[in-house]
């Protein structure tokens, strides 16, 4: 009789289970129920690859994702571009830019309170979570730890409050920033991912927001991290343990040897996503892909990061860029230079490259200079393109000498001195030349380009001249004709007037 109950008690379990199952399924959405993932990411791999329609760049992976960017992190060369524009849902690689913002905005030491909204306003059953309670708190350190790499919902949310004293004004934060970093496809509505129809940002806008977050060693420590302890404390009940699902991590399935951090992210609509950054032989390259699917946003990661590193080079401007010098450069570099060395008041940054493909030359990249938006210390910015694609921009610098020099210390110089050519005349003109880099009133010329202007004005000179001496020969030849026509009418009368007489 008792087993035949429990039999009975288990049959209505089953029973009941099934029957919400297939409740629940009612309510889904006609697509959650019946899309085939597996066969979209398939038809993404015909997508257009914008980046392949360029001449002469090197032709990349197609991959399963629906929109993926590789670009160098420091000069900002987009070498890969799929897509790279179109709104998706970021997922949990929103968290990047709440740890960045947490960055800028804290102090490691600090003390982050969980509060009831922070904590409960997440699915614990569904959404990434360390298990933390209300009222229990945090170093910022640690729950940056715990946001990126157990991707917890509650650290963001938390994080949020601490910085601007609630998740919305956070999220003002986060959309204020996300602008003025060049993201302009981009709204941000939670702290931390979680699904909303209004939160959204694209690959090129990710990559972008990547490139800061990148630039912190401690994230990039923190979003290579497999596993890490927080241990218990008097704010803390039990010792936490997140760990990391990101197969691209040192010992995971994937993992890439040249990899600097990166953040996973998934939700039931927004599919994978995957921010990533490598860096090797000088370059620094970051990753995104969106709306991937499993294991799929790894391997596509690992292809661009392969097709990055062995089809393109970084290479130093300075070293190679001949084109432009300094009008009058030699009132700047004679032996009695007034600033006691020979170094030119004016140089292209040494420490500037630029990525280019590595089976075309330096002499194929095109430059153009512009003289506005310049930072401190710059007198212009030279940028660099191929197929009308920039490679990279490099800074023409002022030497540091002119921040120092009292130029109103140098002596005057009499108007004899300089008018009779003396040493002192030397001076005046440097003194001069100074002056006008200190003020930034400077002129750069293309030596290639101003070498074929002054061919072109010496080729129209020369047939200007040619021109006249032809126009005055003729003139010449003319007034001789004439002189001879008049010399021999006079000759005619003379000898008239001789025949005349003798009659």
């Known amino acids: 009789m008792k087993t035949y109950r429990k039999r009975k008690i288990f049959s209505f379990i089953i029973t009941a289970v099934l029957g919400l199952n297939l409740a629940a399924a009612s309510f889904l959405p006609a697509h959650a129920a019946q899309t085939d993932y597996q066969a979209l990411a398939e038809s993404n791999k015909l997508m257009t690859v914008e980046s392949n329609e360029i001449p002469g760049w090197p032709q990349g992976p197609a ?6 960017i590789l670009l160098e992190a420091n000069t900002g060369t987009i070498l890969y571009e799929k897509n790279i524009h179109e709104k998706l849902y970021p997922a949990s690689t929103t968290k990047i830019l709440t740890a960045y913002i947490a960055r800028q905005h804290s102090s490691l030491d600090e003390t982050v309170e969980y509060s009831a909204e922070a904590v409960n306003s997440i699915n614990w059953l569904e959404d990434a979570n360390i298990g933390i309670k209300v009222g229990e708190s945090l170093t910022m350190e640690q729950s940056l730890y715990g946001l990126m790499v157990g991707s917890a919902n509650e650290c963001a949310n938390a994080i949020g409050e601490h910085i601007s004293g609630s998740i919305p004004a956070f999220v003002d934060l986060m959309n204020e920033t996300a602008q003025k970093l060049g993201c302009t496809n981009s709204h941000f ?29 401690l994230l990039c420590k923190m979003s290579k991290t497999g596993s890490y302890v927080i241990p218990q404390s008097p704010t803390l009940s039990r010792e936490l343990i997140p760990n990391s699902k990101n197969s691209l991590l040192p010992g995971k399935p994937y993992a890439y040897e040249y990899l600097v951090g990166s953040k996973t992210g998934y939700t039931s609509i927004a599919r994978q996503s995957l921010v990533s950054c490598a860096e090797k032989d000088g370059l620094k390259l970051i990753c995104v892909v969106m709306q991937d699917e499993s294991p799929m946003q790894f391997t596509d990661t690992v292809d661009l990061f392969n097709y990055g590193f062995s089809n393109f080079n970084a290479v130093n401007i300075a070293a190679n860029d001949t084109s432009y010098n300094v009008r009058g450069s030699g009132s700047f570099m004679t032996e009695s230079d007034i600033f006691g060395s020979g170094d030119p008041l004016l140089s292209i940054d040494p420490d500037a490259y630029l990525v280019a493909p590595a089976d075309i030359s330096f002499q194929d990249v095109t430059s153009s200079l512009r003289y506005d938006n310049l ?15 920039i490679l990279g ?6 030497s ?29 003109l440097q003194k001069n030349a100074a002056q006008t880099v200190k003020n930034k009133d400077v002129l750069l010329l293309d030596v290639k380009k101003a070498a074929i202007a002054a061919g072109c ?13 032809i126009v005055h020969n003729r003139r010449l030849s003319k007034r001789r004709r004439t002189i001879m026509n008049r010399r021999r009418r006079r000759n005619n009368l003379i000898n008239l007037d001789r025949y005349t007489k003798n009659l």
């Open 393 to 398: 921009m490099a800074p023409v610098l002022l």
């Open 375 to 389: 930072s401190q210390n710059q007198a212009a910015l030279i940028t660099y393109t191929y197929q009308g694609k």
């Open 400 to 428: 540091h000498r002119t921040e120092f020099f009292d130029f109103d210390a140098l002596p005057s110089i009499p108007a004899q001195a300089r008018d009779s050519g003396t040493v002192s005349d030397a001076a005046a």
């Open 189 to 217: 509505v939670t702290t931390n991912g979680i699904h909303d129809d209004e939160h959204y940002t694209t690959a090129h806008d990710l990559a972008l927001i990547a490139q800061q977050y990148f630039s912190d060693e």
């Open 457 to 469: 004005i010496a080729g129209l000179l020369l047939i200007l001249l040619i021109f006249c001496k």
């Open 63 to 68: 991959v399963s994702a629906k929109s993926a």
